[in-house]
């Protein structure tokens, strides 16, 4: 009787050790789900910068949120012409990154992500950094959702991009032109011509006057172009966004402007390769020497050379523009650049946390300087900073100059978000291939162009 007392009670506790044992089990992933959801992983996507430094930057900011708040960061870098085809096709899997970067994106998809309602709103973000900021700043973030009906910060403004003029001061000196570079449009664009002309008397056949993009490949064509129009007064939307292109005048001042820009590279003076340029060959093909001058929307150029300095300091040369063709001051188009936080991003709060910490004045100005001058501050207080003024430096000194006491304006995609389709296609740069490589006049060409873009208008107007 005992002994079958005694394996009962064995029984009995086995049950309960099976008990303990699978109530232990099953209580087991949530305790795991607890503790991956205190372990979130910030995932960043951002483009990569042109050189090391710069990323560098970034990656510091990130260690000291990471030290100060004891949370993960997992950042990606991509390439320019890489990254927006990134967002996207992140977006269509519906796993894209909590905080997305792309150099480009304010001139193309942003204002359409926000239109279609896919960003966050980031107001709450801006609104404590509001009085850092110059309303034209806000302007270019503030942005029109439809699918809410309504305006209101969908981006981070960070820090802000013009387009600048380079060129070779020891080859104007030895195409004996050491005199100042004019200030009046016609004359300064024939300065150049002039130079080839006169090193190709010394045997130099391979240098070229003017390194302009032409390419359907390279946003830079269409944000050069976008310059060209600003300086001849040509504005397609007005400040209400409303498309202008339909007036007349409108019309024959492109046909004029194309058939100018592109006779550039008919006649010679233009690089025969600037028809098949992606964003980096300008500077590649400046960098070789094989243009005297180039425009080019960053300083991204003299920026690469600051390690030699002879060629920084000695041989290379910014500049403003000229005046206007009808003799008035240039005025510069600037873009501000901006990441996003996406609807569908895994992490938003966190997101919004890290985008914080970063606009904050003290860890927003090294991340800045890190890019060694290739963008500027978005802040005024930021520019009391030595670096930005020091006229020892015959590039930033310059640009800095230019931003901050000349006019600017905002690029027409922070005006009117179908606009920014005509960035993402290139109007212009499809135009200038019609024009160099099909061999279509610039009155067709022009046409062609205005048709297209009052279309896009037309389908933005009717997705309202």
């Not at 700043?137 to 029109?144: E, F, H, I, R």
């Not at 050491?178 to 090193?199: G, H, R, S, T, V």
Request: net charge negative; aromatic share 12%; hydrophobic share 35%.
């Amino acid at each position: 009787m005992i002994i079958i007392r005694h394996k009962f009670l064995a029984i009995i506790l086995l049950f309960i050790l099976s008990f303990i044992l699978v109530t232990c089990s099953a209580s087991q992933p949530q305790n795991s789900v607890q503790k991956s959801q205190s372990d979130r992983v910030l995932t960043i996507w951002w483009n990569r910068g042109f050189y090391p430094e710069q990323d560098e930057a970034l990656q510091k900011v990130i260690a000291n949120w990471q030290e100060k708040t004891n949370k993960k960061v997992e950042i990606s870098f991509f390439s320019t012409d890489d990254i927006l085809a990134a967002g996207n096709d992140a977006l269509a899997a519906g796993k894209p990154p909590d905080i997305f970067f792309s150099q480009i994106g304010e001139f193309t998809l942003i204002p359409q992500w926000a239109w279609e309602g896919k960003l966050v709103d980031v107001s709450d973000v801006i609104e404590p950094v509001k009085n850092l900021y110059s309303d034209s700043v806000l302007k270019s973030v503030y942005l029109y959702n439809n699918v809410e009906s309504k305006s209101s910060n969908y981006s981070v403004p960070i820090m802000q991009q013009g387009i600048h003029i380079h060129y070779w001061y020891d080859l104007i000196r030895e195409a004996n032109l050491e005199e100042e570079i004019p200030k009046n449009w016609d004359e300064f664009w024939q300065f150049w011509q002039n130079a080839q002309k006169n090193l190709r008397k010394q045997g130099k056949n391979n240098i070229y006057g003017l390194g302009l993009p032409m390419s359907i490949d390279a946003t830079d064509t269409s944000t050069v172009f976008e310059q060209i129009l600003e300086a001849n007064n040509l504005q397609i939307v007005d400040e209400q966004g409303k498309l202008q292109i339909d007036k007349p005048e409108f019309r024959q001042k492109i046909i004029d402007i194309l058939e100018w820009y592109t006779s550039f590279y008919k006649n010679g003076y233009v690089p025969p390769n600037a028809v098949n340029w992606r964003n980096s060959d300008n500077n590649t093909n400046f960098l070789n020497r094989n243009s005297l001058m180039t425009i080019n929307p960053s300083m991204s150029i003299p920026s690469s050379q600051q390690e030699d300095k002879e060629i920084y300091l000695n041989q290379m040369r910014t500049i403003d523009f000229p005046n206007n063709p009808n003799g008035t001051k240039p005025i510069s188009l600037v873009s501000i650049k901006q990441p996003v936080i996406f609807t569908s991003s895994a992490h938003p709060k966190l997101a919004k946390e890290f985008l914080s910490y970063l606009v904050q004045p003290e860890n927003l100005g090294p991340y800045i300087k890190g890019a060694r001058g290739r963008y500027f501050p978005i802040m005024p207080q930021l520019w009391e900073d030595p670096f930005w003024s020091d006229t020892k430096d015959p590039h930033i000194s310059v640009a800095s100059q230019q931003l901050t006491a000349n006019q600017t304006r905002l690029f027409n995609n922070s005006i009117s978000p179908a606009y920014s389709q005509v960035y993402s296609e290139n109007i212009w740069g499809k135009a200038m291939r019609q024009i160099l490589i099909e061999g279509l006049s610039s009155t067709e060409v022009t046409d062609i162009a205005i048709e297209r873009i009052t279309e896009i208008f037309s389908q933005w107007e009717t997705r309202q």
